[in-house]
């Protein structure tokens, strides 16, 4: 899986100076999306718990999103990809517990023909492709990201925590 990145060792940090006279914080962690080359106003993020039921609604906002973008012609493969991502961080990075209120965030911009999808998760665990096991039911989540996408990676977050992206290119649009 060539196509995969480690972000947060080849990104600059963003660290301007501060907004005279302002209230807002600049972010601590690096900007990957800007240096990703994303610029745009199509943003949208929802939060997400290791309920099932806020998996079953993360999968009908992504639904509705790209729908309102005009995108339904990869709307499957994106719904596949935002649930291969966010299904690995219930697994790997939320307590089972629903109790604790621990969320990830879901977060999909796009521009131009491209569309990228973000999860974060309080886990600073990489995402680790696993080899291929004959009639395994699980495991194979990475390997579809990567068929899916045109390019995924991850970069860590401050203090603790990760965010795995994955890049999806519209063809026909």
């Known amino acids: 899986m060539d196509r995969v990145g480690a972000a947060d060792d080849t990104l600059p940090y963003w660290s301007p100076q501060p907004l005279p006279h302002g209230t807002l914080t600049?972010?601590?962690?690096?900007?990957?999306?800007?240096?990703?080359?994303?610029?745009?106003?199509?943003?949208?993020?929802?939060?997400?718990t290791s309920d099932p039921r806020s998996l079953k609604d993360v999968?009908?906002?992504?639904?509705?999103?790209?729908?309102?973008?005009?995108?339904?012609?990869?709307?499957?493969?994106?719904?596949?990809?935002?649930n291969e991502l966010t299904t690995n961080a219930v697994l790997h990075a939320l307590p089972a517990d629903d109790e604790t209120h621990v969320k990830?965030?879901?977060?999909?911009?796009?521009?131009?023909?491209t569309v990228v999808c973000a999860v974060s998760d309080p886990s600073s665990t990489p995402p680790r492709p696993l080899p291929?096991?004959?009639?395994?039911?699980?495991g194979r989540g990475l390997q579809v990201i990567d068929a899916l996408t045109s390019q995924w990676g991850y970069?860590?977050?401050?203090?603790?925590?990760?965010?795995?992206?994955?890049?999806?290119?519209a063809k026909g649009f």
């Open 26 to 48: 600049p972010p601590a962690t690096p900007d990957w999306g800007l240096a990703l080359g994303i610029s745009t106003t199509d943003f949208t993020a929802r939060a997400f």
């Open 155 to 169: 970069a860590h977050t401050q203090p603790a925590g990760k965010t795995v992206w994955a890049r999806v290119t």
């Open 132 to 138: 291929p096991k004959h009639l395994a039911q699980e």
């Open 59 to 82: 999968r009908l906002f992504v639904q509705e999103t790209i729908r309102s973008w005009g995108l339904e012609a990869f709307i499957d493969d994106l719904i596949l990809v935002v």
């Open 104 to 113: 990830a965030w879901l977060g999909i911009t796009r521009t131009g023909s």
